[in-house]
């Protein structure tokens, strides 16, 4: 017999726990907590798929709770049920991975729908987890023309000087652009991730000049952070160049810059790189001053970087922090993690392979 999802109803109203609860019940199992303390508590300690959050509590307030359940388990969905809510508030959660908002007093069937949608990505986001990597390599192309014709539609509406957007309808553009951005990076990812294993992606490389690759990663990161309402931050010299395969360096960069912007846990991330002082090439180092990595989520990201003969695949680890291992095998480079309450910082050597190959120290 299947498990029920099981749905976490935080609110400190006696009533409106025992509505939603009369709604949800007869289709899920159901936990109540009247403050946010009790909620983050029974998060850490029982399996939640979904968490129904009131904004105005005694004590820990509706945000504070959202922040620390996603740092619990950043994929547990967030539904915010509020009568005091307002535009920042709505962005505040938004920002900080709620599902969707809405207001109190609340239609019955709308709960029930935006609850079974909010399930079904969690499913969905699971199951594409655990699918083997050549099938979903195989379904990528069919991922990328509709996802392409989403953003670029929904692009057109936000841009239409004729047809001005209200505030909701901006707020909601905003995550479907988001979101339909965030998908297609995943395929991406995947479809480079596969392309490496098949040994169609050579190793290039070539005089690289680290702060250009730095401030492109920017670029491409800054929205991310912006919706998140986190400080990306870079910090480089301007004539750090080194030889390496500049395409596949950024590629890691990126992906552990985006790591730490969706799930530090922090309103920073600081990405900084400099001259190494042992031997020559660079170091850079990506720092988030978030609540810092599970120690299972830190063993996978050891195993996916060495390359554990006979390893488990991970099963806590996305898209880009399976890249990361590939890459650093592929530029063979320096990997160090340190993770703690303070946050996480990862930092790469990234040896200059000038000396290997003749023609690019003529060239640099």
């Not at 809405?102 to 909010?118: E, G, M, N, W, Y």
Request: charged share 20%; with cysteine; net charge negative.
């Amino acid at each position: 017999m299947p498990v029920r999802p099981r749905i976490l109803i935080v609110d400190d109203e006696l009533g409106v726990r025992e509505s939603l609860r009369a709604i949800l019940e007869p289709d899920y199992d159901i936990l109540t907590a009247s403050s946010g303390d009790d909620a983050v508590a029974l998060c850490r300690h029982e399996a939640v798929d979904l968490v129904t959050l009131d904004l105005r509590m005694p004590g820990m307030g509706g945000i504070a709770v959202l922040e620390a359940i996603k740092k619990v388990d950043p994929e547990i969905e967030v539904l915010i049920i509020t009568g005091y809510g307002s535009f920042d508030t709505a962005v505040a959660g938004l920002r900080n991975h709620a599902f969707d908002y809405l207001a109190k007093p609340f239609d019955c069937s709308h709960v029930r729908q935006v609850v079974q949608t909010a399930l079904a990505r969690r499913i969905a986001l699971r199951r594409l987890r655990e699918a083997p990597e050549g099938l979903l390599a195989a379904l990528s192309h069919e991922f990328r023309t509709p996802l392409n014709v989403i953003i670029g539609y929904s692009t057109m509406l936000g841009d239409d000087p004729d047809a001005p957007l209200s505030t909701e309808q901006a707020l909601a553009l905003d995550r479907i652009q988001a979101n339909s951005s965030a998908l297609l990076n995943y395929v991406e990812t995947l479809f480079y991730m596969v392309e490496l294993d098949r040994g169609n992606v050579p190793f290039e490389p070539a005089p690289c000049n680290v702060t250009s690759l730095l401030l492109e990663v920017q670029r491409e990161v800054a929205p991310q952070a912006a919706l998140r309402g986190v400080r990306l931050v870079i910090e480089a010299p301007a004539d750090l160049t080194v030889a390496t395969d500049g395409d596949k360096l950024r590629r890691l960069v990126q992906a552990l810059a985006e790591n730490a912007v969706r799930h530090g846990g922090s309103d920073y991330v600081h990405v900084c790189a400099g001259a190494a002082t042992d031997t020559a090439g660079a170091v850079v180092e990506i720092r988030d001053g978030g609540g810092g990595m599970t120690p299972d989520v830190t063993a996978e990201v050891h195993s996916v970087v060495e390359g554990v003969p006979g390893a488990q695949p991970p099963r806590l680890l996305g898209f880009g922090l399976r890249l990361v291992g590939r890459l650093v095998r592929m530029l063979a480079l320096g990997f160090r993690l340190e993770t703690g309450p303070q946050g996480t910082a990862v930092t790469v050597h990234v040896p200059d392979r000038a000396a290997a190959w003749p023609q690019l120290a003529s060239n640099a």
